[in-house]
């Protein structure tokens, strides 16, 4: 299976909408599978994957359903969860597998067809009726921590050409500490990247904050790019995970020290996805 976007919660148009107090409705063009089966997944387990897989298959194991709303609503990457509002408690407390075909045996396309295609299976089968609204939210600024503008030693220009990559070219290796040479991570206690600008480190910083993130630190460049930090989650007594220095520094201080940069406390608008109704599906 080719895993499109992996869900560790740790991000499709084509269907009409009016932004603002208006409801996103299907379009009569909108590309959806030609079948699907959605069951509720009652194994207990937490690990969730989805993607599409050959022959026109769009595979979902063990997904909550906001995961699948942050990805059929969000491009280029997921919503991050803080900007879906409303819902009732299932849609995160529920698991369910989706098994799709798309018509003719054919590969459902581009990865943003593939979500747009599951943007129309949840509005049929879950009834999703959904708008999108600007609130004003509390918010981080991305900026450099210092004012000659240096920056940390985990912060690096790339000197990796990732341009044949981004055409559609074989993806280079990794490095040998699992840094992506031409993209980026994050996972627990870490964010690591290659070829990255800070703008995907901003949108890797708003997923773990669960808060918009925005980029101000005026850098244009591509970076290498290697954060280590210690979870929020271990000040609550949660057990470390694997490879996690549970006495390491907080994100914040982590980012000062390690990449140059801080994040400053703001309010600003934010564009959020609100659901307006949903319903469980009927099992097929």
Same mark, same amino acid.
């Given at each position: ?65 906001r995961s699948l709303i942050a990805a059929a609503y969000g491009s280029p990457q997921a919503l991050p969860n803080f900007r879906i509002i409303g819902g009732p408690s299932w849609i995160d407390s529920d698991?369910? $597998? ?98 990255? $600008? ?72 934010? $564009?959020?996805?609100?659901? $307006? ?8």
């Amino acid at each position: 299976m080719l895993r499109l976007r992996p869900l560790w919660f740790v991000g499709g148009s084509a269907v009409v909408c009016c932004i603002g107090a208006g409801v996103f409705a299907q379009a009569p063009s909108s590309p959806a599978f030609e079948v699907a089966s959605v069951k509720v997944n009652t194994s207990g387990e937490n690990r969730a994957l989805f993607g599409n897989a050959p022959g026109g298959r769009f595979n979902a194991t063990n997904v909550p359903l906001r995961s699948l709303i942050a990805a059929a609503y969000g491009s280029p990457q997921a919503l991050p969860n803080f900007r879906i509002i409303g819902g009732p408690s299932w849609i995160d407390s529920d698991r369910f $597998d989706i098994v799709a075909k798309a018509a003719d045996n054919s590969q459902p396309g581009a990865p943003d067809n593939v979500f747009m295609m599951l943007r129309t299976l949840l509005i049929e089968r879950f009834k999703l009726v959904t708008h999108r609204e600007t609130r004003e939210l509390t918010l981080y600024e991305l900026v450099l921590a210092r004012s000659d503008k240096k920056l940390g030693p985990q912060l690096r220009p790339t000197v990796v050409d990732c341009v044949p990559a981004r055409s559609g070219g074989p993806p280079p290796a990794p490095q040998p500490n699992g840094r992506p040479t031409c993209g980026m991570l994050g996972g627990a206690g870490r964010i690591a990247g290659g070829g990255a $600008d800070t703008g995907q480190l901003a949108a890797q910083l708003s997923r773990l904050l669960n808060s918009t993130v925005l980029d101000k630190t005026g850098l244009s460049g591509q970076y290498d790019v290697d954060l280590t930090f210690t979870p929020e989650l271990l000040s609550a007594g949660g057990p470390p995970p694997p490879g996690v220095d549970p006495d390491g520094p907080s994100v914040f201080t982590a980012l000062q020290e390690q990449l140059g940069l801080k994040l400053q406390s703001s309010r600003g608008p934010v $564009d959020v996805l609100v659901i $307006d109704h949903v319903e469980h599906p009927t099992e097929n």
